[in-house]
């Protein structure tokens, strides 16, 4: 190799050389951003932020009267040098009961917000201000709704500070939370913590929880969970313990369901949630193929429809309902919610998919407190024929008449086809289906007897399917079931 060419080789190894430290270089200050980004997204303090809010943070005291007459006898032996203590306790007549709660202001004329559970029952309420050296206020109540567990009062004040709410559909898994409150009886406390997850779900129809790590014990209940820019996103209400103490698990009801909740309370002293007026049931894996025009799990199902809205407005058993209000309906959770939030008598198009095509309806919607579902029903009177019978798909069905009415306590006027008997080792089984359901439904029609059954079943086997859609009535609820057909 010649010096020239030796020079050139080392000046392109150079210059490699430079490229790669270039870019090493250029990685690491971008890594150095990314953690200094992160750690500028974590807050230095919350002191500000608890300074700023706290004054809008109560503590609630309740009062109630409790009679101890005719308390539990034998808690100490006859004889006892301490009979006549525990006697006179016993009978000393009624005595007074306090407890504890948070809550917060949410207006300058003194309403307040918190947890049913804080003041149910409740004879007397007291708000007591951080950081005290005030007398407390009395408290009315305001309005109740026990499905969501909020309490709206009213305190005799004006110029108090408050707090707004925030939306908490915007509240991200991860973000900072702070949580206000009076827990164990020890007076105005501060926890901070992440949202842990979203739309949690405990045992309420209109449930929908952030769950939170903040700390939250007996006595934050009904205190606000704040954001980072001081809006309420949750009221704490909640926790999941095996000791009754903070583990980290703890659930905020979302400020979104909290606003509307506050609003009706405020204007009517009770909820006025719409109401659509059918059954229904979220649409499964193994029930699409049986649906006609539905290619993945989505939307509401219903089961029945009972005299009310959805009658009227033309919704029919056997419908998937998949949008309500121009909303995209995924489950039946997220339909209950956005149908209890529409006005009273608003008129709402809704779309359902039937029979394999999407029809649009108008629905005036109900009152949901007030309103009944009871079915009117009819004496037709059934014949005495013996009913027909068969065996299929694991199953004995027995068409209906006053021996299958009296033998499964079915309502007179029912129709369809009744399950005699089920094969223990069948898909029909394993589905849960048992001696005494009445199968109304078949493939979306309706079946009153054995023929149609089969013809059902005949037409969804000739049209490539492995399961047959059938309606279910047990007990006076109905329920789609996905029903195997082929092996």
Do not use: C
Not at 162 to 172: E, K, L, Q, Y
Request: zero cysteines; a negative charge; hydrophobic letters at 40%.
């Amino acid at each position: 190799m010649t010096s020239q060419a030796l020079t050139v080789s080392r000046h392109t190894e150079q210059t490699r050389l430079s490229y790669a430290v270039a870019i090493l270089l250029s990685f690491v200050f971008l890594l150095a951003q990314t953690v200094a980004g992160f750690a500028q997204s974590r807050p230095d303090s919350f002191a500000d932020l608890a300074e700023k809010f706290s004054p809008a943070v109560v503590n609630i005291t309740t009062t109630t009267v409790v009679s101890t007459n005719g308390g539990p006898r034998g808690v100490v032996p006859d004889g006892s040098p301490f009979e006549d203590f525990f006697k006179d306790f016993q009978n000393q007549g009624p005595r007074r009961s306090s407890a504890l709660g948070s809550g917060f202001v949410i207006s300058s004329d003194g309403y307040i917000v918190t947890n049913n559970h804080v003041i149910e029952g409740a004879d007397e309420i007291l708000i007591e201000f951080f950081p005290g050296g005030t007398e407390p206020l009395a408290a009315t109540l305001v309005g109740t709704d026990p499905n969501t567990d909020i309490a709206l009062l009213k305190v005799d004040a004006t110029d108090l500070p408050f707090v707004n709410f925030g939306d908490s559909d915007t509240a991200r898994v991860g973000d900072w939370v702070m949580a206000m409150g009076n827990p164990l009886g020890q007076g105005f406390s501060v926890s901070a913590g992440i949202v842990s997850a979203r739309n949690r779900e405990l045992s309420g129809t209109y449930d929908d929880y952030i769950q939170t790590d903040a700390a939250i014990n007996r006595g934050n209940s009904g205190g606000p969970l704040f954001n980072m820019d001081g809006d309420v996103v949750g009221v704490n209400t909640a926790i999941l313990s095996p000791n009754g103490g903070s583990i980290g698990i703890g659930f905020s009801m979302a400020s979104n369901v909290v606003k509307n909740v506050v609003a009706q309370l405020k204007e009517f002293g009770e909820t006025r949630r719409g109401w659509l007026g059918v059954r229904i049931q979220d649409v499964t894996p193994d029930m699409v193929e049986g649906i006609a025009g539905l290619d993945h799990a989505a939307g509401a199902l219903v089961s029945s429809v009972p005299p009310g809205p959805a009658m009227d407005a033309g919704i029919e058993a056997g419908d998937v309902i998949l949008t309500f209000d121009g909303k995209e309906i995924t489950d039946t959770r997220e339909l209950v919610r956005i149908v209890a939030d529409a006005p009273v008598g608003q008129e709402v198009l809704v779309n359902v998919l039937r029979n394999g095509e999407t029809v649009e309806l108008t629905v005036t919607l109900g009152r949901r407190e007030t309103a009944e579902a009871s079915m009117p029903g009819s004496e037709a009177p059934m014949e005495d024929a013996a009913p027909t019978q068969t065996e299929m798909l694991g199953l004995t069905l027995s068409e209906v008449n006053k021996e299958t009415i009296s033998q499964f306590g079915l309502a007179p006027n029912a129709s369809g086809l009744v399950i005699i008997a089920v094969d223990p080792t069948s898909d029909a089984a394993s589905n849960g289906l048992q001696a005494g359901d009445l199968i109304s439904e078949a493939g979306q029609q309706p079946v009153t007897s054995v023929a149609d059954f089969e013809d059902r079943v005949s037409e969804a086997r000739d049209a490539g399917r492995k399961s047959l859609l059938i309606l279910v009535n047990r007990d006076g609820m109905t329920r789609f079931m996905a029903l195997r057909i082929v092996e």
